[in-house]
């Protein structure tokens, strides 16, 4: 009999079937991995938008409203900063246009001193990164008024002449000093004033810088020359060079008076060390038709007395200026005994006096040579047509043209001191300087 299969097929569903829920089982009671880590979810806090208030000066380019407008910085100024000390102002203000921080700026200047014009000179220059010369980038012009105006300057560096400095009037009140004006430097492609400020003090600045730098041409231009003598304002470029004299750094000019249309002034150098060295006076007179003023007198005589004790051994006598018997000044040159050459120093001198003939040939000029009273009279004559001869060639040599200048043998008729004393004896003092050449600069 054949056995049927159905029993045999359930029973092996039934025993599947129990091994999947055996196993099922198994599963559910043991710990499952836990899914991999996810990164955490990060929310971005929003951060308020930057204002020019918020960002450093040399990043506010990068401020999402664009960049900055400097006029319009510079329109945002206060009254000013006031402090007592004029220089640290100024060296602010110096800071602040080196780094093109145009609010800064404003702040420190004020708004009295920043027109539409100025401002929009000021952003312009300040757009261009200006650079201060280094040292000495602040400078005290001088006084406008006696404890009360005074002048300060900013000098740019890599400009040239006349395009080099920023003029900033500041005036006191309750002891401390705020900008009341400035003017600005001419700009690229502007013309270049033979001085930026005209006023008095304006004037007498631009004359000292010219002779400081032994302009003379320029320095003659601020002069009334029918007081004031081509061999004065060549002595003094003179004694500038040779004397190494500097203005001060502090208060240079000092106001002595000041009235509707005369002023006058001190001017204070010092020595190549920096010490007190001396002064001198000029006074400045502003015509009635042309309305410019003039120097119309200057007097070197403690700035010669300085220059003798430093160069000449405290000779008073011995110096490169004295009066013509004709009128005016001539310069004066000096020679050892029985020498026909030049000194180092002489022949700088001579230098500036080149310079001076050889901006117009039609100028000339007369060299008389002189002796002391050692030897006889037709030797000393020879001697002092050498001397003479010996400053012309050397002119030459520099470019003068020989027509320029006239010599003349003067021996030893024409002594500045007395050769011999009362008594008859040597007098090596008075000869030392009657051994010279004179130079009449007889220009006009």
Known sequence: MQESRFP?????????????VGALYVYRGKSVPAPPPQAPVVVEEKKPAPTPETIPANQKESVVDGPVDPEAAL?????????????ELLGQIGTALESGDFEKLGQLIGK????????????????????????????????????????????????????????????????????QSLVLPPGPGEPVPKAVLVDALGIVDAFLQATLHQQFELAKEFVDSTTVSDAKIAGLCILFEDGNYKLRPDKPLRAMFQRPDTCGYIARVVAADGTDAAEFSMVLRQPEKDGHWRVTDINLDQLLADYAKRVAGGDVYYTPLVKNPKGGDTLVLYFDFDEDTLAPRTQRQLDIVAQILKTDPDKQLTLSGHTDALGTEPYNEKLSLRRANFVKEYLVKTGVAENQVITLAKGQSQPRRPNFTESGEDNPDGRRVNRRAEIYLDFD
């Open 8 to 20: 045999l097929a359930f029973l092996a569903g039934a025993i599947a079937l129990a091994a999947a």
């Open 75 to 87: 329109a945002n100024a206060g009254v000013g900063l006031a402090v007592v000390n004029p220089a």
């Open 112 to 179: 009295q001193a920043l027109d539409d014009g100025t401002r929009k000179r000021l952003a312009q220059l300040a757009t261009q990164a200006p650079k201060l010369r280094k040292p000495n980038a602040v400078q005290e012009v001088g006084e406008l008024e006696l404890n009360r105006r005074a002048r300060w300057a900013l000098w740019l560096d890599g400009v040239e002449a006349g395009r080099d400095r920023i003029f900033f009037d500041l005036q006191q009140e309750a002891g401390k000093w705020s900008v």
